[in-house]
Structures are given as C-alpha cells and as structure tokens.
C-alpha cells in the first residue's frame, strides 16, 4: 500500500487494476492528458482499430457526465493543414491540400464541459 501511494505523489500513474473494462482503463489514460490513439493501443493491450470504436462510445458516454473528449487535430507533416472539422476520429489517409500521407496522429484526451 505505501509503495502504491509513494508512486502516485512521485508523479506516477496509480496502476489500474486487471478487472476493469477496457472503456474505464481508455478513460483513466485520458485523464492523463493528450495521448494518441497508437498509445492507447500500447498500454491496455487492444488493437488500434478497436481504440476508436471504444473512442466513439466513452464520446457518447461523456455528454451525460459533464466531460467531454477533447481532440487535437491530426496535421499534415508535409504542408502543415490542421483537420480542424473533422468529426471521425480516425487518423485520415490523406491531406486533402498537398495530398501527402504523412499525417501526424490526433491526440485525445478529457476536459469539463464549457
């Protein structure tokens, strides 16, 4: 117990417990702050693919607690174009100015509602 709580007050994430869902341990990451949905897919052990069809639902979910998902935009590395209107929250294929395919990842996290 102590080594748990010397943990958390050094900075550390406190350790998610095995029996939790995969949507609480997706919320628990995003409290963390911004993190890609690539990461998310590291650290619980999911395929990507299934991260954002949990990503939709924990988005659906949130309207009725007062938070909400808040998403950084996925940028095109080549020419900068930020997808600011996109509503998927997959990574797109292709900047639709330059037409290159190397976008950098958006990035998810929780905030309060305004």
């Given at each position: 117990m102590d080594n748990v709580k010397k943990k958390h007050e050094s900075g550390l994430r406190s350790p998610v417990a095995a029996s939790d869902t995969i949507r609480?341990?997706?919320?628990?990451?995003?409290?963390?702050?911004?993190?890609?949905?690539?990461?998310?897919?590291?650290?619980?052990?999911?395929?990507?693919?299934?991260?954002?069809?949990?990503?939709?639902?924990?988005?659906?979910?949130?309207?009725?607690?007062?938070?909400r998902l808040a998403i950084q935009p996925a940028e095109c590395v080549?020419?900068?174009?930020?997808?600011?209107?996109?509503?998927r929250l997959k990574k797109p294929g292709r900047c639709p100015v330059c037409r290159s395919e190397s976008i950098h990842d958006p990035h998810y996290s929780l905030t309060q509602e305004k």
């Open positions: 609480r341990k997706l919320l628990v990451e995003l409290q963390e702050g911004p993190v890609s949905a690539l990461e998310l897919s590291g650290r619980i052990g999911v395929p990507e693919k299934d991260i954002y069809e949990h990503l939709e639902h924990i988005r659906a979910m949130l309207h009725h607690t007062g938070r080549k020419c900068g174009f930020l997808f600011q209107k996109r509503e």
